[in-house]
């Protein structure tokens, strides 16, 4: 089965500055997806930022971007320039050859400080 | 509708008792998930819908959980005799992805509590 493990609660940043959120995996497969979901206090998740695991390339979305180790399982998210916007629960998820199934970790409640 | 619709937003209930949460996807939206988040937790999968197939019941915790949608749209998770280990954030999401169901579309949560 499939695991995804958080292992950072809770963090902090300063505003501004740059935090790298961190998430492993465990699976068999070797064609997947991985995902970073925010969840702001509204409690609405949002998708942050995605990867294929068959693509080599690191993805970015603006100011997020992420560093995928395949061999090691390694998945972390990278703020850059945190705003306080970016205060919210953010989620690991991935999801492999059962398309019935997204797999989420514990998440880590980052807060941005002014 | 503009985005996923749950609700209740909040319930509090009374062990013993039953619930229905409702959740109101995406038009034309053809999966459709329900989860449930409980304090500290990752979610945890609980059913699955996929067009007119028969829908993936595989992560319901007991037989008191039961779920439907109704004419591939709204969808409602019933509880029967809720427990205190019930109370817990259910979300739904959904995806008009179909079969690569890649990026998921959430709603605000129902907020369950059972006292």
């Known amino acids: 089965a499939q695991t995804v493990t958080q292992s950072q609660p809770e963090m902090s940043v300063q505003e501004a500055e740059t935090v790298t959120l961190s998430c492993t995996y465990d699976?068999?497969?070797?064609?997947?997806?991985l995902f970073w979901y925010k969840q702001p206090p509204s409690r609405q998740m949002i998708l942050v930022i995605r990867q294929e695991a068959y693509k080599q390339q690191n993805a970015t979305e603006n100011r997020f971007s992420v560093n995928f180790q395949k061999a090691a399982k390694s998945f972390s998210l990278k703020i850059s320039d945190s705003q306080l916007g970016d205060t919210a629960m953010y989620f690991c998820a991935f999801r492999g050859h059962n398309f019935n199934k997204f797999y989420f970790g514990s998440g880590t409640k980052l807060n941005v400080k002014p | 509708g503009a985005g996923v619709s749950q609700s209740p937003s909040n319930k509090v209930t009374e062990k013993g008792k039953d619930v229905e949460l409702r959740c109101d996807p995406i038009s034309g939206h053809t999966a459709l998930y329900w989860y449930r988040q409980s304090l500290g937790q990752g979610l945890e999968f609980l059913i699955y819908f996929q067009g007119n197939s028969a829908p993936d019941k595989s992560g319901l915790p007991s037989d008191r959980f039961s779920a439907e949608r109704t004419g591939g749209s709204v969808s409602t998770l019933t509880i029967q005799r809720t427990q205190q280990e019930d109370s817990a954030v259910y979300l739904c999401?959904?995806?008009?992805?179909?079969?690569?169901?890649?990026?998921?579309?959430f709603g605000s949560g129902t907020q369950l509590s059972v006292l």
């Open positions: 999401a959904s995806s008009s992805d179909g079969a690569t169901n890649e990026k998921l579309f």
């Open positions: 699976t068999s497969e070797n064609n997947y997806y």
